[in-house]
């Protein structure tokens, strides 16, 4: 069974930055393509960044060159550091992944970008 636990979320002006992190547990963690979702009010979930277990990784246009997304096999944990947020970066952030065929989810963590 693996289980996906988020925090870091929050509340942050415009500009800021906030630093995401998902800890992860089960097995085959180590091996498997992490990914961090968001779903904003209104709009359906859409993939923001993903990293394979060698460390390669994609984004969004969106978040190209103000997101991170990066892992630390030794503590299980994916973290996602979020620079020059905006408003548009408000959304409850989930991290995914898929081990064996089945798709496991965190409870996610609220971000919210505002003056």
């Known amino acids: 069974q693996v289980q996906l636990v988020e925090s870091g979320g929050g509340l942050v002006q415009p500009g800021g930055s906030l630093r995401l992190s998902c800890a992860a547990s089960g097995s085959g963690i180590n091996a498997a393509i992490m990914r961090w979702y968001r779903q904003a009010p209104g709009k359906q979930r859409e993939l923001v960044a993903t990293?394979?277990?060698?460390?390669?990784?994609t984004y969004v246009d969106s978040v190209k060159g103000r997101f991170t997304i990066s892992r630390d096999n030794r503590k299980n944990t994916i973290y996602l550091q979020m620079n020059s947020l905006e408003p548009d970066d408000t959304a409850v952030y989930y991290c995914?992944?898929?081990?064996?065929?089945?798709?496991?989810w965190g409870q996610g963590t609220q971000v919210t970008v505002s003056s």
């Open positions: 995914q992944t898929r081990v064996r065929l089945t798709a496991y």
């Open positions: 990293i394979s277990s060698g460390g390669s990784t």
